[in-house]
């Protein structure tokens, strides 16, 4: 089973900056690609950013592009998502999940493996 755990949300004001970790459990992160995906309430999960196994492929979503990083450290079996710029529309539960190998990586919340996470809160409000 691909399991990871998802870490460092909170509550910011606009404007605000958050990071947030992806650790794998029980798997190496180094053979998939890793994408972050979210879901705020009554809307659908959708992604957010993605990342793939070599790192030399990334994806943004148009709504996060610019603000937002994503990163893997392979040595810690961890992939980051850097959030700059946050906006009260940002606000959702955060996801991370592994998807498919080799230089490309998805931004379909239908290609992961494995199952979802508890995923980590990010609340921006004034």
């Known amino acids: 089973q691909l399991q990871v755990v998802e870490s460092g949300g909170g509550s910011v004001q606009p404007g605000g900056s958050l990071r947030l970790s992806c650790a794998a459990s029980?798997?190496?992160?180094?053979?998939?690609?890793v994408g972050w995906f979210r879901q705020a309430p009554g809307k659908e999960r959708e992604g957010v950013s993605c990342i793939s196994m070599s790192g030399l492929t990334t994806n943004y979503a148009d709504s996060v592009r610019g603000r937002f990083t994503i990163s893997r450290d392979n040595a810690k079996n961890t992939v980051y998502l850097q959030m700059n710029s946050l906006k009260p529309e940002d606000t959702a539960v955060y996801y991370c999940a592994p998807g498919p190998g080799g230089n490309v990586c998805s931004l379909d919340p239908m290609g992961i493996f494995g199952s979802w996470g508890r995923g980590t809160q990010v609340t921006v409000s004034a």
């Open positions: 029980g798997f190496t992160l180094d053979y998939y690609a």
